[in-house]
């Protein structure tokens, strides 16, 4: 085909319109919030995160583990940031004027989880969402929901909030 050929243009694009709709899966539809870190695609039910707001004035806490990058004020809520990036074990760049903290809150419960960028909310069946593959590496299994086929990793929030390694006890 042609770039100059229009004919053959509009005939393939007449070929792709006629293509019969895959039928849509049998699960419910859920919305993903996806998200990147270290050029990889990540997402956790939209309805897990309450708000995402860009990373300004983190202030540092000293004696704490390397995950837990520091404090960030949201409406007056002082909020520890946990960098995902650390916890799991990834390669890390530094930080941007980029990234972005995605606010999960469970009970009383709230923490901000530092992400590299957020790329958007979108809707799949939930029956397209795989079981993680074990080869699977950097994140432990019990953090990861499954994986699309396009490769995104959906993570369970709730798994994370639970992970005793979160709690920094002083001593």
Known sequence: MSVSDPDAILHARAQQLARVPVAPGSGEQIELLEFALDNERYAFRSSQVHDVQPLKELTPLPCTPPFLRGLVNVHGRLVAVIDLKRFFGLPERGITDLHRVLLLRKGEVEIGLLSDTVEGV???????????????EGIAAKYVMGVTPERLVVLDADAILDDPGLVVEAA
């Open 122 to 136: 979108h809707a799949i069946d939930s029956d397209q969402i795989q079981p993680p593959l074990m080869t699977l």
